[in-house]
């Protein structure tokens, strides 16, 4: 940019000189310049939250007539009105702080701050460039506040919401594709596996159903890390004791961010524990990394019983989505499988950076990882979310079932033999079990030729729907 594309605005460290444009000011320009580390910006989610913290604090300090006393009616009006513009993702391009920058968040906050009273001010038919400030950055906007509390609870809105608005209802869908495809699939039969050995007989719904119920179990596991996001530090400002608000003021803030998201937060029952530590990101974020650990089991084995089609397993036939190779005309892979493979890998990553920040960031009175804690948890939700999603529209909604080469397996396997257990003993079944792989016979052929049991015995025994389910007398 040219000299004049710029403007200079004050800070308490001297002149910045500022793009002419834009609605931030000096300590965002400041920030800009001091951290261009992985020209990142913070996930535009947090930002969100941010403005959305500052609407609700603005609310409260009108509703205690504190902001009243500084700012005239229209005033304050202008900033509420500011802040849910940005909170409804308005101005989005005016963040451009690195996630790689102080650890507390305050460049971000003061870029919150700083664009909230610009915008207010030009709301007011003022000049937003006006170095006299009417509505001010931090008299106004941060009144009541600290980075310290405000910044970690943007991070407890943004994710919670992020899980009760988008992940959660991605991984129900999913969990109901599953239990249908189990339903749907009840009655046919395929051999089981073990150590990747043959096993005895089930059905593919059985299989779609332990499936299925793993992610229920999943999702009761993000609904717990949920909850660990439900308490809310605002309200403590720098180190929890609460300097310069009012009494009722964490209260009222929870409570008009609980009406706006819907997600019940409350206040912290120690805002020292709230300020200082941030074991509830982690703990959440923990039981994330089990979704994502969930969802790499789930697409690894529909993976493998899909593959082939002539020299693998293919019990299951997956959605033909895309060429498969440069080379090899006619090949299709499982890649909404690898794709879920991938990102759940990056979330085990994250959670094992989260951990470590959650470890060695928090000293004394606050966390210095939080800009970082927040980029990673959200991100997380975010791949899980959009994996999910597509994963179960692109690639379950379509799996069918090969019925005909799931029950092409089932007389093959030796441990068709474990059925004969209660009847000849473990010892005699396991000598059949070796005679059969020796001989190439099946164990039905080789009890019959050497009249094991009475054929209707045999027969009742080695039915393979009946080996699916407890023994029925």
């Known amino acids: 940019m040219s000299q004049n594309e710029f403007r200079v605005e004050m800070d308490s460290m001297g002149e910045v000189l500022i793009p002419a444009d834009a609605y931030y000011g000096a300590q965002t320009q400041r920030a800009v310049m001091n951290f261009p580390i992985a020209n990142q910006p913070l996930p535009s989610a947090l930002i969100r939250a941010l403005a959305l913290v500052k609407w609700a604090c603005a609310s409260a300090n009108r509703d205690l007539g504190l902001l009243t006393k500084k700012l005239s009616g229209a005033q304050v009006e202008a900033l509420l009105l500011a802040a849910l513009e940005v909170a409804e993702g308005q101005l989005a391009d005016q963040f451009p702080i690195d996630i790689y920058q102080t650890g507390s968040g305050t460049s971000t906050n003061?870029?919150?701050?700083?664009?909230?009273?610009?915008?207010?001010?030009?709301?007011?038919?003022?000049?937003?460039?006006?170095?006299?400030?009417?509505?001010?950055?931090?008299?106004?906007?941060?009144?009541?506040?600290?980075?310290?509390?405000?910044?970690?609870?943007?991070?407890?809105?943004?994710?919670?919401?992020?899980?009760?608005?988008?992940?959660?209802?991605?991984?129900?869908?999913?969990?109901?594709?599953?239990?249908?495809?189990?339903?749907?699939?009840?009655?046919?039969?395929?051999?089981?596996?073990?150590?990747?050995?043959?096993?005895?007989?089930?059905?593919?719904?059985?299989?779609?159903?332990?499936?299925?119920?793993?992610?229920?179990?999943?999702?009761?596991?993000?609904?717990e890390g949920q909850s660990a996001l439900l308490e809310l530090p605002v309200g403590g400002t720098a180190v929890g004791s609460g300097l310069n608000t009012h009494p009722e003021f964490a209260c009222k803030v929870c409570a008009y961010l609980a009406d706006k998201t819907g997600v019940p937060f409350v206040e912290a029952q120690n805002h020292f524990e709230?300020?200082?530590?941030?074991?509830?990101?982690?703990?959440?974020?923990?039981?994330?990394?089990?979704?994502?650990?969930?969802?790499?089991?789930?697409?690894?084995?529909?993976?493998?019983?899909?593959?082939?089609?002539?020299?693998?397993?293919?019990?299951?036939?997956?959605?033909?989505?895309?060429?498969?190779?440069?080379?090899?005309?006619?090949?299709?892979?499982?890649?909404?499988?690898?794709?879920?493979?991938?990102?759940?890998?990056r979330v085990l990553g994250n959670d094992a950076s989260v951990a470590v920040c959650g470890v060695t960031g928090g000293q004394f009175q606050l966390n210095i990882t939080m800009p970082f804690l927040g980029f990673a948890i959200l991100e997380s939700i975010t791949l899980l979310?959009?994996?999910?999603?597509?994963?179960?529209?692109?690639?379950?909604?379509?799996?069918?079932?090969?019925?005909?080469?799931?029950?092409?397996?089932?007389?093959?396997?030796?441990?068709m033999i474990t059925a004969l257990n209660p009847l000849i003993g473990y010892e005699r079944a396991a000598a059949l079990a070796k005679e059969a792989f020796k001989s190439g016979k099946t164990v039905r052929e080789?009890?019959?030729?050497q009249a094991i049991l009475p054929p209707e015995v045999l027969e009742r025994a080695l039915d393979p729907m009946r080996m699916t389910r407890p023994l029925d007398g």
């Not at 999910?388 to 092409?408: D, H």
């Open 385 to 415: 979310t959009n994996g999910t999603r597509v994963f179960t529209q692109r690639c379950l909604e379509g799996i069918r079932a090969n019925r005909s080469q799931c029950a092409s397996t089932i007389e093959q396997s030796l441990s």
């Open 274 to 345: 709230a300020n200082a530590q941030r074991c509830g990101v982690v703990k959440c974020h923990s039981l994330l990394k089990n979704a994502a650990v969930t969802l790499m089991n789930i697409a690894n084995n529909i993976r493998w019983l899909g593959s082939g089609p002539r020299c693998g397993y293919y019990e299951i036939m997956l959605p033909d989505l895309q060429p498969g190779s440069s080379i090899m005309p006619g090949k299709v892979n499982p890649v909404l499988c690898e794709s879920v493979l991938q990102l759940s890998a």
């Open 446 to 449: 080789l009890c019959e030729e």
């Open 110 to 223: 003061m870029n919150v701050n700083e664009v909230i009273a610009n915008r207010a001010i030009e709301l007011m038919g003022g000049d937003r460039f006006d170095k006299k400030k009417p509505i001010h950055p931090n008299d106004h906007v941060n009144m009541g506040q600290s980075t310290n509390d405000t910044f970690p609870t943007a991070i407890h809105v943004a994710a919670a919401s992020a899980i009760e608005n988008q992940l959660i209802p991605a991984l129900e869908a999913c969990a109901s594709i599953l239990e249908q495809k189990a339903d749907e699939w009840k009655d046919v039969l395929k051999i089981g596996r073990t150590h990747l050995a043959d096993a005895t007989p089930m059905t593919l719904g059985q299989e779609f159903g332990g499936f299925a119920r793993q992610l229920r179990l999943a999702i009761e596991g993000v609904r």
